[in-house]
């Protein structure tokens, strides 16, 4: 019987240093892709010219990481002059429709619709003066932003 508790000591003794054995370990943070001076010569041991491959891989990691932003910077400024052309040619639309409205009022006004000749004009303007209003709103509230 003392055999078999001394046994089961021995197991219960082997397993735990087992456990402990498993549960140490080491975490090593690197922020740099060059691995620490230590931790490289224990690769060189296994890969002769591991320096060479991480400067390679570094290397080109960067060049597509610069060729990915010129093309984000290309991509916006292709978007930008789209908008600004979608501006102008909206501008545009608006001072010709602005135009043959105001010019609608002349007409009715010279062959005597005073009222809808006033109308015409009176809502052209209003329209025009909104709208600068609220384009200044815009401008104040993206510049403070």
Same mark, same amino acid.
């Given at each position: 019987?003392?055999?078999?508790?001394?046994?089961?000591?021995?197991?219960?003794?082997?397993?735990?240093?087992?456990?402990?054995?498993?549960?140490? =370990?080491?975490?090593?943070?690197?922020?740099?892709?060059? #691995?620490? #001076?230590?931790?490289?010569?224990?690769?060189?041991?296994?890969? #002769?010219?591991?320096?060479?491959?991480?400067? *390679?891989?570094?290397?080109?990691?960067?060049?597509?990481?610069?060729?990915?932003?010129?093309?984000?910077?290309?991509?916006?400024?292709?978007?930008?002059?789209?908008?600004? *052309?979608?501006?102008?040619? =909206?501008?545009?639309?608006?001072?010709?429709?602005?135009?043959?409205?105001?010019?609608?009022?002349?007409?009715?006004?010279?062959?005597?619709?005073?009222?809808?000749?006033?109308?015409?004009?009176?809502?052209?303007?209003?329209?025009?003066?909104?709208?600068?209003?609220?384009?200044?709103?815009?401008?104040?509230?993206?510049?403070?932003?």
């Amino acid at each position: 019987m003392k055999a078999k508790q001394n046994k089961s000591l021995e197991e219960r003794s082997n397993l735990e240093e087992q456990h402990n054995m498993f549960m140490l =370990g080491k975490q090593t943070m690197i922020s740099s892709p060059f #691995p620490p #001076p230590e931790m490289l010569q224990a690769y060189k041991d296994i890969e #002769p010219n591991i320096m060479e491959r991480i400067i *390679k891989f570094t290397e080109d990691n960067g060049e597509h990481r610069r060729e990915l932003e010129k093309q984000s910077i290309r991509i916006a400024s292709q978007q930008n002059m789209i908008e600004i *052309k979608q501006r102008g040619r =909206g501008l545009n639309y608006a001072f010709i429709l602005a135009i043959l409205s105001l010019a609608s009022s002349v007409l009715t006004g010279f062959y005597g619709l005073e009222i809808l000749s006033c109308i015409l004009a009176g809502t052209t303007i209003t329209s025009v003066v909104v709208a600068f209003l609220k384009k200044g709103n815009d401008n104040n509230k993206s510049e403070n932003k």
